[in-house]
Every structure is written in C-alpha cells, then in structure tokens.
C-alpha cells in the first residue's frame, strides 16, 4: 500500500463492476488475503497521531491538571496508581466515545466524510434514532430525533466535562453526585436512543461509574476488578464454536506491519486458494486468544504471588496491544489501550495480597450482588441473542455477528442522501475524503466499498447471507450491495459491528423517509447462533413489505465454504414465508412444514 494511495486490485474499475457479483467476491477476498483493506498508510496515521496525542497525551494531560495530589506529567511514576487517576481516565474514555472520537472513529469504520458521526448526528434535530423499546417504554416511541434528544446528550456531555474538572470529593475522588447523573443519563439518553447507550460501550463504563458511585474506594478497586475479568471471560467463551477461527487470519491480513505475503498467507488453509484458517489460524485464535482471554485473567484474580500478576498482567497488555496493531474494523484502540492499562492498575498497582482480593470486601453480600449483575446479560445474551445486543452479551469480535446486506436495485442507493444526516453515501464520501487529500476516483470508491462485503464474505454469516442474495434475488449481478454496517454508520452517526442497530427497525425508518417500491431494497438478514444451537436464523426484508421470509442455516455448513461460493449456495431451511410476497421482490422456495 501507499502513503497516500489505496492498495486495490489491479483492475479496470468499469469492468470490474460489470462481473457477477460472486466474481467480485472472489477477487476482492483473495486480495484480502495479501492486502487486508489497503487503506493507505495515511489512515493508520492518523489513528496513530489521534490515539498517542488526543487520546493518551490528552486525557494524561487532564487527569495532571485538574486533580489535586496528582503532580506533572514528569512525576506520573509517582501517581499513576492513585485510584482517582483511573477514574478519571475512565471518564475521559467515556466522554471521547460518547462525542464519536473514539471507537468507530474514521475511515475503518466506514467515516470516510466526514471521519467521525456520533456528535455530527446526535447534536442534529430531524436524524433517527433507534429507542430499543418504543412499544414498551412510556415517551420513547418514535425513529425521529427530537430538541429533548439533542438537549438530553448534551447534558451527558456536560455532566462527563464537570467530572473531569470539578473538584472531587473529601478523599479526592470524582464527585458522587457528578457520578449518579452521568449514569442516569446515560440510561435515560439509551432509552430515547440505544445508538449513544452503546455508543458509549455503556455495558462495560456503566458499570464501572455505578461502582465509583455506590462502593468506597477499597470496595471499587475489588468490583471493578470482577468487571474486567468477566469481560475478559465473557469474550473468550464467545469464541468457542466454529464461528472465531474465520476471524483472525482477515485480522492479521489487515495488519499494516510489514510481515511477509507468505507470512499472511500461512493463515489460511489453502493460501489465496481455500480461505478457511489453517492450523495456525486455528492456534492464533484460540491458543493466543480464547486460552489468553479465559486463562490469564482468573491467574490475576487469584494469584497469590507478584511476580506471577506481573508476568500475568504483561501478557495482557502485549494482548491487547497486538489487537490495537491490527486496526480491527470498528477500531477498538482506546477501549484496548485503556484495558491494557487496567490490567497494570489493578492488578500489579492493588494486588490481591495487599487486601484487594474478591475475599476483601466489606460485607459478604457484594460479591454475589457483583457477579450476578455482571454475568446476567452476557448469559441472557448467549442463549437469546434476539434479545441482548452483542456488546453487552461480551461477544466482541467473536465472529458470531448479527449481520445484514443490503441490495438495491439500480439508481436507488443514492436516495440515502435524502435522509437527514451528517454524511452522505459512501461512494460519496470517499471521492472527498481528507478533504480530497485522500480522496479516491468513483471507480475506486467502488471497489474499496465492495471489499467490505468480501471481508463480510470471509466470516461465517457473509457465506449464509450471499447464499439468501444470490437464490431470492435473480438480479443480484445488477444490484448495488452494501455491507449493512457502513450504511448504518451513514445514516444513524455510528456503528460498532452491532447487527440489531440495523435490523427492522432501521429500515423502517428508511423506508417512512423514502417510500422504496417493493423490490427496490431488499435486506438479508441474520442473527447470532445461540450458544445451544447449531444454527442461525435469518430475514429476508424487503422496506416496503417487510419480513417475507424466515429461516435458518446450518453454521457447519457456512464455515465449510468459501466466501464466493464455488459449490453453490449453502442449504437453507425455510421456516416461513410471507403469504402476499411480491414475485420481483424475492423468490424465496416453499414453505417447509
């Protein structure tokens, strides 16, 4: 790849968008292989440059200036362990996540132009949002973003600020009070709109700001301790099945370090042939992941000896830096910087044989209250995945996804620039990026877009769902197809591999703006695998008819594929179909009793 130039396939763009579209799939995907997305080195750049001074630099820079007993930058060594730095710390996350200057930041993300959504579109009356229970709970319903809504959020931001620079309490802690309304409004802005409650990684900072509210200091450290060791566990049990072995070799393909083609090769089984992993695509996710992820942090919680924490919480941190090293689409890098350093803080700087062990609390009944609250939705989640979004059932980047693709017929994509939003389509978007520094041509645009849905492709569901496109839709080679993420970052401000955020309810909000015929947008849909089951479940959608069918596929069968399909779609179990379904929506087959 270049500075400043894409690293795409050495393709005519004009003939290449006229192949069929399982055609593109295998180019784009096999380029993958060697290439990763092919930013230019521009971008990881500019992630580089906005985690080590906005981030970093930034938030060390606050915590120094604002908190009494804490000295210059120069004396962190004398500093860094005092549990009101780690609050603060943990605020100042909160706030950059909240504004959209942290995770699902920039052009990995699909922010293209501009980079950022969250505070481009949640500061802006008339754009939608998405309550998580409209139906249910009293003054939410609605998809249209209201003054209440704009006013509610810039509150949170304002209560996020006076944390960080207001004096604290007597023991020199953030304020309690300040704590409470941050919760409370973080609770009360995610029932108006479930985009900023996620958008905030609300299931882990929640948490942790109820237990800097409710618990004294000594309590805190112990809880907060559980919190990040059942995110740790939470997320390495998600990865067993069949569904995390697909997902590193993509990973370690996108790396911008100089390994070896050979090297990013040797992740799949059949080098650019057959991409399913290998053996040692097999050993990089669950050896170096899944073990690392469910051993090593019960090793803290209980080790009774320093150096073990030490080497233990080093393995950690070189854990989570090598996913910062490999721009995981969403990019994660605060959240992983920030977990990286709570190993260190809480581990190595309050160990447990200095009185912060689970043992330690105050009264005996916290810890169950902690462990019941902490484990109840990552459970709830595993089994019903239909009811917990995957950020709070800890299934980060598992590779068990809810997903979906969209596909319009022709000329109709561009009608999103219809919809009140901060961003226009990405084809768009990306023929400007950098203010045109970094700008690719249309036919590029395309390609780059169009990679999106081979990355999909190379994971489990991708092979479920371009099965659904290419049986339902016989015109699929001259739709326009878009990975449902970017297109959820578009229209909602933000996006972090959630496939609820653009399920349904989405794209009725798209369909009362716009008015699509039938047949003009079709979305396919599917839903986590339960952690019972050997299946998924899966929609077709079309906007203006809804629901028209159900069904399931085996999660054996997709793995056993490759992302373009050579032997076919994979079998699909139809469990329903709508009775008034438009024969030039889809073609689904009979309904199976």
């Not at 050896?287 to 090793?299: D, F, K, N, S, Y």
């Not at 022709?410 to 389509?425: F, Q, S, T």
């Not at 990306?430 to 395309?446: A, I, N, V, W």
């Not at 197809?481 to 909000?509: K, M, P, Q």
Request: charged share 15%; net charge negative.
């Amino acid at each position: 790849m270049g500075f400043m130039k894409p690293d795409l396939p050495q393709e005519d763009p004009q003939t290449f968008a006229a192949r069929p579209f399982l055609d593109r799939i295998r180019v784009l995907s096999k380029h993958w292989v060697e290439h990763g997305f092919g930013s230019p080195w521009m971008v990881h750049c500019l992630y580089i440059l906005k985690l080590v001074v906005l981030y970093a630099f930034g938030g060390l820079l606050v915590v120094s200036a604002t908190t009494d007993g804490v000295g210059s930058l120069s004396d962190i060594g004398q500093w860094w362990d005092q549990p009101v730095v780690y609050e603060k710390l943990l605020l100042w996350t909160v706030l950059l996540e909240v504004i959209g200057l942290a995770g699902s930041w920039g052009p990995l993300a699909g922010h293209f132009d501009p980079m950022m959504g969250g505070a481009l579109h949640w500061l802006r009356p008339g754009t939608i949002r998405l309550p998580p229970w409209p139906g249910k709970v009293p003054g939410t319903a609605g998809d249209t973003r209201k003054v209440i809504d704009v006013v509610l959020y810039v509150a949170l931001i304002g209560s996020l600020v006076a944390s960080l620079v207001m004096a604290g309490n007597s023991d020199g802690m953030v304020r309690k009070d300040v704590l409470a309304a941050i919760a409370v409004l973080l609770v009360v802005c995610g029932l108006r709109d479930r985009l900023i409650f996620l958008g905030a990684r609300s299931e882990q900072y929640l948490p942790a700001i109820v237990f800097m509210t409710v618990f004294d200091v000594h309590d805190m450290l112990i809880a907060l301790k559980l919190l990040i060791v059942i995110v740790w566990i939470g997320a390495g049990t998600s990865k067993f099945g069949k569904h995390f072995s697909m997902v590193v070799p993509p990973m370690v393909s996108n790396m911008p370090v100089p390994f070896s083609k050979w090297l990013r090769r040797a992740h799949y089984k059949g080098g650019t042939e057959d991409l399913r992993p290998s053996g040692l695509g097999w050993f990089m996710g669950h050896i170096m992941g899944t073990l690392v992820e469910l051993a090593i942090p019960l090793i803290l919680l209980f080790s009774p000896n320093r150096t073990i924490t030490l080497l233990a919480a080093a393995a950690m941190v070189i854990f989570h830096v090598f996913i910062v090293t490999t721009f995981p689409l969403a990019v994660p890098l605060e959240w992983n910087i920030l977990f990286g350093f709570t190993a260190v803080f809480l581990f190595v700087g309050h160990p447990a044989q200095d009185g912060y062990s689970v043992l330690d609390f105050s009264q005996g009944w916290i810890l169950p209250v902690v462990v019941i609250a902490l484990a109840f939705f990552p459970v709830l989640g595993n089994f019903r995945p239909d009811l917990v979004s995957f950020l709070p059932s800890l299934r980060q980047y598992a590779g068990n996804w809810a997903s979906a693709t969209w596909a319009f017929k022709p000329g109709c994509e561009e009608r999103l620039n219809e919809i009140k939003g901060a961003a226009k389509n990405h084809v768009e978007q990306l023929q400007t990026m950098g203010f045109g520094l970094l700008g690719y041509s249309p036919g590029d645009s395309e390609m780059l877009l169009q990679k999106t849905i081979a990355w999909r492709g190379m994971h489990s569901q991708g092979r479920g769902l371009y099965s659904l496109l290419i049986e339902r839709l016989p015109d699929i080679d001259q739709r326009t197809v878009r990975e449902a993420e970017f297109i959820c970052n578009s229209l909602t401000g933000w996006n972090f591999g959630d496939g609820h955020l653009h399920d349904e309810r989405l794209i009725e909000a798209v369909q009362k703006r716009l008015n699509f015929a039938p047949g003009e947008l079709v979305v396919v849909y599917c839903e986590s695998q339960p952690i019972h089951k050997d299946t998924q479940a899966y929609r077709v959608i079309d906007a203006a008819l809804g629901v028209i069918e159900r069904g399931t596929w085996k999660v054996a069968d997709a793995v056993e594929e490759q992302p373009w399909l050579p032997n076919g779609p994979i079998p699909l179990n139809v469990t329903w179909t709508h009775p008034e379904h438009n024969e030039h929506t889809a073609q689904p087959a009979p309904v199976e009793a």
